[in-house]
Nanobody
């Protein structure tokens, strides 16, 4: 069984920074694409940033230039460095990963971590 465990959310003032972490745990697995999504109050969940195992990175237009996704394959961990935060970045942030387990590619979600940006 694979689990994604997130950490690093919190309350920050506009213009500040936060760093989110998401670690995949379990046995005998390989993480493929790892990504961050977010869901604000009353809106649909949206993709924030993705990082494929091959090294391709994509960002939502709303965060490009302010957020940086990175990953450590040895630790099966993905990070999201969030700088120049704005109140509209307030949301629950979710880690998502495609993970090979026993020859099958499965999709997993973390439990979510709250990020609140005050004006």
């Amino acid at each position: 069984q694979v689990q994604l465990v997130e950490s690093g959310g919190g309350l920050v003032q506009a213009g500040g920074s936060l760093r989110l972490s998401c670690a995949a745990s379990g046995s005998s697995f390989t993480a493929n694409t790892m990504a961050w999504y977010r869901q604000g109050s009353g809106v649909q969940r949206e993709s924030v940033a993705t990082f494929t195992r091959g090294g391709s990175i994509n960002y939502a237009d709303s965060v490009r230039g302010r957020f940086t996704i990175s990953r450590d394959n040895a630790k099966n961990t993905v990070y999201l460095q969030m700088d120049s935060l704005k109140p509209e970045d307030t949301a629950v942030y979710y880690c998502n990963a495609d993970i090979w387990v026993g020859g099958r590619l499965n999709n997993y979600w973390g439990q979510g971590t709250q990020v609140t940006v005050s004006s």
